[in-house]
T-cell receptor, first 112, second 111 residues
Framework: EAGVVQSPRYKIIEKKQPVAFWCNPI?????LYWYLQNLGQGPELLIR????????DSQLPKDRFSAERLKGVDSTLKIQPAELGDSAVYLC??????????FGPGTRLLVL | GQNIDQPTEMTATEGAIVQINCTYQ??????LFWYQQHAGEAPTFLSY????GLEEKGRFSSFLSRSKGYSYLLLKELQMKDSASYLC????????????FGTGTRLLVSP
């Protein structure tokens, strides 16, 4: 069974540029999560989707971050414009309902 | 609010046993996960505890005491490949289940 797929794995951009990350969850998983992980820290939830609906986006900085999951499968997380402090690993995870979450390899973002 | 504490770093020797502790203070506790994360890789699921007691899975065991807000992950017969960060994560029931992670414990296994 394929795991959670994310792309790109690495991204280097200059500040003020836009960037987008893509996630394909495990087949059949209706719940999808985006997390941010800073070095030496645990993942922090940015947004949670139940099918197409964002049920928790309270931690998403909405002035520059946006996300979508239009057909309830793949999801995209966007930052526009990126700031230096956005450098981190962006992890996508999926689960069936609220059960065990399985993580993708993450996208490592460096903003210069 | 929530607070999850685990040691920042631990060292151990190959073949030994190590116990990684996690204490938590959360509202609406609904279970606790342990994840393993190698450097530059995704967190991978190790264990889940919702009731008090010990869950054993091969070389890894996890214990939970809900009344004490305490869990530990026990790793036996340590191998070099066990060098990784171990993340304690608590499920909070906030209307739906929300997973809140600790900062992780970096374990270094030496020969």
């Amino acid at each position: 069974e394929a795991g959670v797929v994310q792309s790109p794995r690495y991204k280097i951009i200059e500040k003020k540029q836009p960037v987008a990350f893509w996630c394909n969850p495990i087949s059949g998983h209706n719940t999808l999560y985006w997390y941010l992980q800073n070095l030496g820290q645990g993942p922090e939830l940015l947004i949670r989707y139940e099918n197409e609906e964002a049920v928790d986006d309270s931690q998403l900085p909405k002035d520059r971050f946006s996300a979508e999951r239009l057909k309830g499968v793949d999801s995209t997380l966007k930052i526009q414009p990126a700031e230096l402090g956005d450098s981190a690993v962006y992890l996508c995870a999926s689960s069936f309902g609220g059960e065990t979450q399985y993580f993708g390899p993450g996208t490592r973002l460096l903003v210069l | 609010g929530q607070n999850i504490d685990q040691p920042t770093e631990m060292t151990a020797t190959e073949g030994a046993i190590v116990q990684i502790n996690c204490t938590y203070q959360t509202s609406g506790f609904n279970g606790l996960f342990w994840y393993q994360q190698h450097a530059g890789e995704a967190p991978t699921f190790l264990s889940y505890n919702v009731l008090d007691g010990l869950e054993e899975k091969g070389r890894f065991s996890s214990f939970l005491s809900r009344s004490k807000g305490y869990s530990y992950l026990l790793l036996k017969e340590l191998q070099m490949k066990d060098s990784a960060s171990y993340l304690c994560a608590v499920i909070m029931n906030t209307g739906f289940q929300k997973l809140v992670f600790g900062t992780g414990t970096r374990l270094l296994v030496s020969p």
